[in-house]
């Protein structure tokens, strides 16, 4: 389904959602909380209910990414095999299908983008693969992969530090995936999308882009595709005993340069890298009552790792973020309602 339609599906069905965060009720006398996280965003709600639930037996945690599904309801995935269906109100699980590889085993899932037909595209960052599953887990197919992108030996890549973002772009002709962390004989920060086009109804390789985070230890872990051709990137690190870092950016690789034929990306001025411009910081966002359970440069932050975006209100993106609380008693599943403006 296209993005467009996605967004006017989606609108209507999370207008409604009601605000399930840690804060208590508002004082009437109090001063009104200012929502703005920066000019270009501002955070509605949060929501912790998942957190350290389960349902149908299966823990529901470790969420890396989310998308939205045909009917509006939200698809959820942890990086432990399993996708969970949510509803798009309440966040309450509905159904959850275990995910493998074709040998039974199970995925490091990372990044999720549900195809026009309703065909499930999702990546495991340890091999690494993108693999097309039906809603009820059964493998269709599985996408090629540049030879430089697979993990060492093999290719230049390192485990666990692959394919983490996953989107479907120009009405779902091309998918995007975004590597985590930088290639062997890359320059740290530097990290590489890789695109496929659809032909004859499989998708096959196509160009590939390089994208320069903040910091080298800041990694991407997702990625959503805008319908003029831009993207929503995540840029997210962590620093023990001082927190998250987790930066929202808007970048156009329209104009960048195909890097699949550079072998080693060391900041050569003929490469042109992917624009990007930075829409906020989420520590700059208000906590709305928020607590942590580790130290964090605001209590609100955690491990975000997966993005959507859910639809369109008054002129701005609604964008939905979840944390993958790794299934660690000091991190947390929390939900976060932005609205952006692009």
Not at 85 to 102: C, F, G, K, N, Y
Not at 121 to 131: A, D, G, H, Q, Y
Not at 166 to 185: F, P
Request: charged content about 20%; overall charge negative.
């Amino acid at each position: 389904m296209q993005l467009r339609t996605v967004l006017a599906t989606t609108t209507a069905a999370l207008a409604a959602a009601t605000c399930l965060t840690a804060a208590g009720p508002a004082v009437a006398s109090a001063a009104p909380v200012s929502h703005a996280c920066s000019p270009s965003v501002s955070l509605d709600r949060f929501s912790d209910a998942l957190d350290k639930t389960t349902y149908d037996g299966t823990f529901v945690g470790n969420l890396s990414a989310l998308a939205v599904d045909r009917d509006g309801s939200l698809a959820a995935l942890s990086d432990r095999s399993s996708l969970f269906d949510l509803d798009a109100r309440t966040l309450a699980p509905e159904s959850v299908v275990p995910l493998a590889d074709e040998n039974g085993a199970a995925l490091d899932s990372e990044g999720l983008a549900i195809d026009r037909d309703g065909t499930r595209l999702v990546t495991s960052e340890t091999e690494p693969s993108i693999r097309r599953y039906s809603k009820d887990g059964r493998i269709l197919d599985r996408l090629p992969v540049p030879a430089s992108l697979q993990v060492a030996p093999a290719g230049r890549a390192t485990s666990n530090q692959t394919f983490e973002g996953l989107t479907l772009m120009d009405g779902g002709r091309t998918l995007l995936a975004s590597m985590e962390y930088a290639l062997a004989g890359d320059t740290a920060g530097i990290v590489r999308f890789q695109t496929w086009t659809r032909h004859h109804g499989r998708f096959q390789l196509a160009e590939q882009y390089a994208h320069r985070t903040d910091a080298a230890f800041l990694g991407v872990p997702e990625v959503q595709a805008l319908p003029d051709g831009r993207l929503l990137v995540l840029e997210r690190g962590f620093t023990s005993g001082v927190g998250n870092t987790v930066r929202l950016y808007l970048a156009d690789p329209r104009h960048a340069t195909d890097t699949s034929g550079v072998e080693n990306l060391t900041g050569q001025p003929d490469v042109r890298l992917v624009r990007k411009t930075l829409l906020t910081d989420i520590a700059s966002c208000p906590t709305l009552g928020a607590t942590a359970k580790q130290p964090q440069p605001n209590p609100l932050l955690d491990n975000i790792e997966g993005m959507v975006v859910t639809g369109v209100s008054k002129g701005r993106l609604k964008v939905l973020l979840v944390s993958d609380d790794n299934q660690n008693a000091v991190q947390t599943t929390r939900f976060y309602y932005l609205r952006v403006r692009v």
